[in-house]
């Protein structure tokens, strides 16, 4: 079975994280499927617009810790585009993520690297990396520091703490809320009002509405590789992952 299914209505394209089992989870082949169907709604002019959900009970829980174990870490998080190809894409179509159950650490990443969010009620959100010895390196400290006030990104990204979709709703950070079950419908209705406008005219007004965002985080992606790439070598990221493992409080090293 495919860890990303493709599927499109009309002029929507609909990309589904596929790993229900593994609460969606992006393992090496996960990512690759996804970048493969970011591209594929890039290069097909009969599409205006995607749509990102999971299957299951949540959205995304981020990197697959099987990625660790495989050496496919700088595979997954530094391929062309980023994470899933879509961290760092410069896409000229826009996709909106469609929140359910919980979108954390590279989960809420690639919400992130979306162009609008749809979040149901009960939806939590949060980059925990800093509980287990890491930054949120796919872009999460980078661009939640540019999309929301500073002091509130900071707050977030170094306590780790989780929150949830009324929060984000007030940080601006969701287009739009949903009830309970109907995050998908929420963002299809949205996709389908986008889609009905002018080809041309959607991709130089998404084009625009991201230039501020460009300028201010595209020339920080070589620094975020680089402290990213030191901080997962330390002793605390390795005890970090050992602590989670075990089911205790890490003991930090600052090394």
């Known amino acids: 079975m ?11 394209a609909i990309i589904t994280l596929n790993r229900p089992e593994r609460r969606n989870a992006i ?17 097909d002019d009969a599409l205006q617009i995607g749509i990102l959900r999971g299957e299951g009970a949540v959205f995304c829980a981020g990197m697959d810790l099987a990625a660790f174990t495989e050496g496919k870490v700088e595979e997954l998080l530094f391929a062309e585009g980023g994470f899933g190809g879509l961290t760092e894409s410069h896409r000229s179509k826009p996709i909106i993520a469609a929140c359910h159950g919980a979108a954390l650490a590279g989960g809420f990443e ?18 925990p990396e800093v509980l287990r010895g890491l930054v949120a390196g796919a872009g999460g400290a980078l661009r939640l520091a540019s999309l929301i ?6 707050e977030l990204l170094l306590t780790g703490r989780l929150f949830d979709t009324a929060e984000a709703w007030d940080l601006g950070l969701n287009a739009r809320r949903a009830e309970a079950g109907q995050a998908f419908d929420a963002a299809l209705a949205l996709a389908e009002e986008v889609a009905k406008n002018a080809p041309l005219a959607l991709r130089e007004t998404l084009r625009l509405s991201r230039e501020i965002e460009r300028r201010a985080v595209d020339p920080l ?6 402290t990213l790439k030191a901080v997962m070598a330390s002793e605390d990221a390795a005890e970090g ?4 493992l075990e089911k205790r409080a890490p003991e930090w090293s600052g090394r």
């Open 2 to 12: 495919s860890p990303v299914l493709f599927e499109t209505r009309g002029k929507i």
């Open 149 to 154: 006030p500073p002091a509130r990104a900071r």
């Open 110 to 127: 690639l919400a992130l690297g979306c162009d609008m969010i749809v979040a149901e009620e009960g939806c939590r959100f949060g980059l």
């Open 221 to 226: 992606w070589e620094e975020n590789a680089r």
């Open 27 to 43: 393992n090496a082949e996960a990512g690759h499927a996804l970048a493969e169907a970011v591209a594929r709604l890039e290069a």
């Open 241 to 244: 992952a050992r602590a989670f």
